[in-house]
């Protein structure tokens, strides 16, 4: 008996099922040839180089520090001229300027007078005369609980002792988890030498940028697997807000479950913007038990607005950790000069209390004039309780950016080309740089950080003003 035919509506469905099977493959096959292309691409590059004489790690070190470089170098070779009014108001740069004024006589007298060992080798990661003070210094006045000089290890800045810190707990290839938005040059730090992915930690916006335990555990299976630590700058870079108990206290129960290091930046610790109050160290924390995954750093850089100085300091209780770090710091012995001026500086209270209110009566000062402009122009923003930077939400601004006189909802992409377009229209435009989210890992277009610190107040009040008029005007061109 022959066998009946299919009926029409089955020979329909597989016609579809084929054509959508042809789809695929050819979608994959693009896939496949568009990787091809960019492996072509990657090798002419290596080739090119390798012909220079260069490696693979010299290839890393090729690429830029800064997604937006161009904006910071135009800032440092055309510096704002008051007599003039010409040049770059540089506002992407997290640098204290208002403090030198009272710092350089203190620094200039901490020299004048140098002990004989700062011409002397000595312990690579810090004399002892040096970590002796700046251990009752961290104690006192950082993390709040008894910190030993020798677990303490000294570098040229806290850029230098975090790639000291991660060669020495990573391989190349492992990923730091890093609560996003995060410091732009965290990327260029952790990739140039020791070769390691960065996992954006989600931070809740909706929860005033919390770090919960959905986002760490996500970043982890985003990790695949190769999850070595999580780095917590704390106060946070750009948001300007101090973590709280709980958050830190979920951070170290939720490393200790995965064996994951857990590594703070504190670098901002000292850096209240009025009479801010609510930092908590991870050393404070756990009273100082930090076991042997858990480490600390601070710096002079932004407390202390000497970033020229290149002093950093990790603590730990990792005692092969430690001797690694004494080996690694042979490449990034502070110098001895340095390193008397600092002991000097560092163990006189009474300089350091009345620098430290001044510092924050400034800070704050500048805060305020930025956000008063922001309130004028109903441009929302964070207000950061520590540092010296607003986290800002210049959303609403793209559309007059991208200026097709339409009022519709615009896809992700064309708005963080907008983003990018608003960068280079202050730029240009202004002579005004600021950092744009997308270089920090912002989820969302249309945010920048406004480093409020890195100009002299009359100069931050003249690219506001420029700032608040050239937004005016593209509204009311947009009316």
Same mark, same amino acid.
Request: net charge positive.
């Given at each position: 008996?022959?066998?009946?035919?299919?009926?029409?509506?089955?020979?329909?469905?597989?016609?579809?099922?084929?054509?959508?099977?042809?789809?695929?493959?050819?979608?994959?096959?693009?896939?496949?040839?568009?990787?091809?292309?960019?492996?072509?691409?990657?090798?002419?590059?290596?080739?090119?180089?390798?012909?220079?004489?260069?490696?693979?790690?010299?290839?890393?070190?090729?690429?830029?520090?800064?997604?937006?470089?161009?904006?910071?170098?135009?800032?440092?070779?055309?510096?704002?001229?008051?007599?003039?009014?010409?040049?770059?108001?540089?506002?992407?740069?997290?640098? *204290?300027?208002?403090?030198?004024?009272?710092?350089?006589?203190?620094?200039?007298?901490?020299?004048?007078?140098?002990?004989?060992?700062?011409?002397?080798?000595?312990?690579?990661?810090?004399?002892?005369?040096?970590?002796?003070?700046?251990?009752?210094?961290?104690?006192?006045?950082?993390?709040?609980?008894?910190?030993?000089?020798?677990?303490?290890?000294?570098?040229?800045?806290?850029?230098?002792?975090?790639? *000291?810190?991660?060669?020495?707990?990573?391989?190349?290839?492992?990923?730091?988890?890093?609560?996003?938005?995060?410091?732009?040059?965290?990327?260029?730090?952790?990739?140039?030498?020791?070769?390691?992915?960065?996992?954006?930690?989600?931070?809740?916006?909706?929860?005033?940028?919390?770090?919960?335990?959905?986002?760490?555990?996500?970043?982890?299976?985003?990790?695949?697997?190769?999850?070595?630590?999580?780095?917590?700058? *704390?106060?946070?870079?750009?948001?300007?807000?101090?973590?709280?108990?709980?958050?830190?206290?979920?951070?170290? #129960?939720?490393?200790?479950?995965?064996?994951?290091?857990?590594?703070?930046?504190?670098?901002?610790?000292?850096?209240?913007?009025?009479?801010? #109050?609510?930092?908590?160290?991870?050393?404070?924390?756990?009273?100082?038990?930090?076991?042997?995954?858990?480490?600390?750093?601070?710096?002079?850089?932004?407390?202390?607005?000497?970033?020229?100085?290149?002093?950093?300091?990790?603590?730990?209780?990792?005692?092969?950790?430690?001797?690694?770090?004494?080996?690694?710091?042979?490449?990034?012995?502070?110098?001895?000069?340095?390193?008397?001026?600092?002991?000097?500086?560092?163990?006189?209270?009474?300089?350091? #209390?009345?620098?430290?209110?001044?510092?924050?009566?400034?800070?704050?000062?500048?805060?305020?004039?930025?956000?008063?402009?922001?309130?004028?122009?109903?441009?929302?923003?964070?207000?950061?309780?520590?540092?010296?930077?607003?986290?800002?939400?210049?959303?609403?601004?793209?559309?007059?950016?991208?200026?097709?006189?339409?009022?519709?909802?615009?896809?992700? #992409?064309?708005?963080?080309?907008?983003?990018?377009?608003?960068?280079?229209?202050?730029?240009?435009?202004?002579?005004?740089?600021?950092?744009?989210?997308?270089?920090?890992?912002?989820?969302?277009?249309?945010?920048?950080?406004?480093?409020?610190?890195?100009?002299?107040?009359?100069?931050?009040?003249?690219?506001?003003?420029?700032?608040?008029?050239?937004?005016?005007?593209?509204?009311?061109?947009?009316?």
């Amino acid at each position: 008996m022959a066998a009946k035919p299919p009926p029409p509506y089955a020979v329909i469905i597989t016609a579809l099922g084929f054509v959508a099977a042809a789809a695929v493959v050819q979608q994959a096959r693009q896939r496949k040839e568009r990787k091809r292309q960019r492996r072509r691409e990657r090798k002419a590059k290596e080739l090119a180089l390798s012909q220079e004489g260069i490696s693979s790690r010299g290839l890393r070190l090729n690429q830029p520090p800064l997604p937006y470089i161009g904006g910071l170098i135009a800032g440092f070779e055309r510096p704002y001229d008051r007599a003039t009014g010409e040049g770059v108001v540089l506002l992407a740069v997290a640098e *204290n300027k208002l403090a030198w004024r009272t710092l350089k006589p203190k620094v200039e007298a901490c020299l004048t007078d140098l002990p004989d060992w700062v011409a002397n080798y000595g312990p690579m990661e810090g004399q002892d005369a040096l970590r002796a003070p700046l251990a009752a210094f961290l104690s006192a006045r950082v993390v709040k609980t008894n910190v030993d000089a020798a677990h303490l290890s000294c570098a040229t800045g806290v850029g230098a002792a975090l790639n *000291n810190l991660f060669f020495a707990i990573c391989e190349a290839g492992d990923a730091v988890l890093i609560p996003a938005p995060y410091y732009s040059a965290f990327d260029s730090d952790l990739r140039a030498v020791c070769d390691l992915r960065r996992v954006p930690v989600r931070l809740d916006r909706e929860k005033g940028y919390a770090l919960t335990r959905a986002a760490l555990d996500a970043a982890y299976r985003a990790a695949g697997g190769r999850a070595k630590a999580l780095l917590l700058t *704390n106060p946070h870079n750009p948001t300007g807000r101090a973590l709280s108990r709980r958050e830190l206290e979920l951070a170290v #129960d939720w490393c200790d479950r995965r064996r994951l290091h857990l590594v703070s930046d504190e670098i901002y610790a000292l850096s209240a913007v009025g009479d801010a #109050d609510g930092f908590l160290s991870l050393g404070e924390l756990t009273g100082g038990d930090l076991g042997p995954r858990r480490h600390v750093l601070w710096g002079l850089s932004k407390d202390f607005g000497m970033s020229g100085l290149r002093f950093g300091v990790t603590w730990t209780k990792n005692e092969k950790l430690l001797s690694a770090l004494a080996t690694a710091a042979v490449f990034t012995c502070v110098p001895g000069p340095c390193q008397a001026m600092v002991a000097a500086l560092l163990s006189d209270g009474a300089f350091v #209390d009345a620098y430290l209110a001044e510092n924050s009566r400034a800070l704050a000062a500048s805060r305020d004039a930025c956000a008063a402009v922001l309130d004028r122009l109903r441009l929302p923003y964070l207000r950061p309780r520590y540092g010296m930077f607003l986290w800002c939400d210049f959303s609403s601004l793209l559309p007059l950016i991208i200026g097709d006189g339409k009022r519709r909802a615009y896809s992700r #992409d064309a708005l963080f080309e907008a983003e990018a377009s608003l960068y280079d229209a202050l730029l240009n435009e202004l002579r005004v740089v600021l950092t744009p989210g997308a270089s920090q890992h912002a989820p969302e277009p249309g945010f920048f950080r406004i480093c409020f610190a890195f100009v002299e107040r009359d100069v931050l009040l003249v690219a506001l003003a420029k700032f608040e008029a050239w937004v005016g005007r593209k509204r009311g061109e947009d009316e």
